[in-house]
């Protein structure tokens, strides 16, 4: 049995802050946006529930931060984390980049299930300040 999911005004709220955002952005950083309309577990539970839906996708940063983000470069209900994730050291920012990652080969035995590919470095915006 499929079970249709409402959207509530919570999810609503959490949605907009990533819509607005050009950016991924880690869980203090929603939390702040909506100025404590709601609490730490629930936005938890929302951004996962979205992640679990490919409405949105987890990004571990170098940082040991977990970010979420839409994900412009995947169709709608087929996302894949196998493209490049870019954090900017200078401004701080992650963004999806659109460029698809092959898996390594690997050894005989072993099978891919995932993988996630971040680099760090300086954005256009930093780099031209």
């Known amino acids: 049995m499929n079970k249709q999911k409402r959207n509530t005004k919570t999810k609503e709220m959490v949605m907009n802050v990533l819509n607005d955002s050009t950016s991924a952005l880690c869980h203090e950083d929603i939390e702040k946006s909506l100025s404590g309309k709601m609490d730490r ?36 209900g087929n996302h894949q984390d196998n493209h490049i994730h870019f954090r900017c050291i200078g401004c701080e920012t992650i963004s999806c980049l659109n460029e698809t990652v092959v898996p390594p080969v690997l050894p005989k035995g072993y099978r891919v299930s995932g993988f996630s590919f971040l680099i760090s470095g300086y954005c256009p915006n930093c780099i031209t300040h």
Do not use: E, P, W
């Open 41 to 76: 577990v629930t936005i938890y539970r929302i951004l996962q529930g979205f992640c679990n839906d490919g409405k949105v996708h987890k990004i571990l940063g170098d940082n040991g931060k977990t970010y979420y983000a839409l994900c412009n470069c995947c169709s709608a």
